[in-house]
């Protein structure tokens, strides 16, 4: 398969071309024929033009690159080797949405073909993609499973807005739905992923490699928010206790903040609703989702405490919020938290204008139902900065200052400016 796909006498297709699905694409397609596939031609017609829609990639990421882009589910037949990379979100009661994933396999299982390979890059549970995506392409396709086409799992482990941690300085796990699949999975990836390739002993094994690196990132955060709840009421900074606890070799780094996006916020929610179904209940999985989905509630409760206390008017009163992606320098706004923040103050009738130089005013329109402000024209009563973006690490006081009443409350989510602030009532968590 990997000498046929480097001579270009078969095919490979990405299904998904977003954060994840774009960069393989591309990296693949500097060394093979590479059929690109997106349900959303808008973005196809923008990646054509050399165009990231995710803001990730820079024009020239697409030069030398043999790719095809195409809406039509039909031009995956061209293709002999499958990466499904779509998004694998949760619906309003955080259980798992599979829609995506599950149209993506319907897609692919009516182009398989026999001796075709499919491999998941999207995050699932265990058993996700032998127990619920091989019967929809046996069903589609009219083939064997193992027999007639292979399949196997090679999670996603790009990092948004890192520049350093690409797709092919991250070591690539990789299985397959046999030894033979799992090898010449590892042969293809290999030839482009220079960091190496860790070959898991089983599809299960992998998804479940994939869905424990964000669990244990989310459990060690809401230590650290819960951390930030107790101390707050003990007057102590947070990040000062956090930055004199490691000087300690071994104390591992980790601190309170907003966590959402489309991977720590949601990926512990696969293997709670598959722990649910096999009948256990998991508690410290649930207990640190429930703490980091309250901390916006907790951020805007706190801010109108504060504002209070410094003798502000609350009906009526003016809030900056700065930031409203997921995280910093990234443009996604996929299950970002600032909108629990925006919300809770909203429903203390206070005007809340938000900024940001990355996130498109009309995504947050159609997603949360609030927009951007083109520029800062407001005497605010509290300055929240809630994603640290480069732009903003470079602001001091006086400008801060500049934009707020005198008995403005400044708010440091995440504790960047916490030895910049001397003259201003300063909180963070």
């Known amino acids: 398969m990997l000498k046929e796909l480097l001579a270009k006498e078969k095919k490979l297709s990405v299904i998904g071309l977003g954060y994840v699905g774009l960069p393989i694409a591309l990296e693949f397609a500097r060394k093979m024929s590479v059929i690109g596939f997106d349900i959303k031609e808008d973005r196809v017609e923008l990646m054509r033009q050399g165009i990231d829609p995710s803001n990730e990639l ?18 995956l037949k061209e293709a002999n080797f499958h990466v499904v990379a779509v998004p694998t979100p949760i619906n309003n009661h955080n259980l798992p949405d599979l829609r995506p994933l599950l149209g993506a396999t319907r897609a692919v299982g009516k182009a398989l073909k026999k001796g075709d390979y ?18 929809i392409l046996e069903a589609e396709s009219g083939l064997k499973f193992n027999i007639d086409f292979k399949v196997g799992f090679s999670p996603e482990r790009i990092n948004p807005g890192d520049k350093e941690h690409t797709l092919t300085k991250i070591l690539k796990i990789v299985s397959g739905s046999d030894d033979e699949s799992a090898q010449v999975i590892e042969d293809i990836y290999a030839s482009i992923i220079t960091a190496g390739i860790h070959k898991a002993s089983s599809i299960k094994v992998a998804e479940a490699a994939k869905i424990i690196e964000n669990t244990q990132r989310d459990v060690n955060i809401a230590l650290m928010n819960e951390l930030s709840l107790i101390f707050d009421r003990m007057d102590i900074n947070t990040f000062e206790v956090l930055e004199a606890a490691g000087t300690k070799w071994n104390f591992l780094r980790f601190f309170p903040g907003l966590v959402g996006g489309h991977c720590i916020g949601v990926d512990p929610y696969y293997l709670t609703y ?13 207990g640190g989702r429930f703490i980091n989905d309250s901390m916006g509630g907790y951020v805007a409760k706190t801010v109108v405490k504060k504002m209070i206390s410094n003798g502000n008017k609350i ?4 809030v900056l919020i700065m930031g409203a992606t997921f995280k910093e320098n990234v443009s996604d706004i996929r299950n970002s938290k600032v ?19 990355h996130a498109s005013s009309d995504e947050l329109m159609h997603e949360y139902g609030y927009d951007l402000i083109d520029e800062i024209k407001e005497k605010y009563n509290s300055v929240i900065v809630a994603v640290n973006h480069d732009e903003y690490a470079q ?7 500049s934009i707020m009443v005198d008995e403005g409350v400044f708010v440091d989510v995440k504790g960047i400016f916490r030895d910049k602030i001397k003259e201003l009532t300063y909180w963070s968590l």
Not at 58 to 75: L, R
Not at 315 to 318: D, I, P, V, Y
Not at 342 to 357: G, Q, R
Not at 395 to 401: G, P, V
Request: proline share 4%.
């Open 395 to 401: 602001l001091d006081e006086d400008y801060f200052k």
């Open 274 to 286: 598959k722990a649910n179904e096999l009948g256990y209940h998991s508690k410290i999985i649930t």
């Open 339 to 357: 909108a629990d923040v925006v919300n809770e103050l909203k429903s203390f009738s206070i005007h809340v204008d938000v900024v940001d130089p």
């Open 315 to 318: 009906n009526g009163a003016k």
């Open 58 to 75: 820079e024009a020239e990421a697409f030069d030398g690159c043999d790719i095809v882009y195409t809406s039509n589910a039909a031009d």
């Open 118 to 135: 499919v491999v998941f890059e999207s995050t699932v549970y265990p058993g996700c993609t032998e127990d619920d995506c091989v019967p």
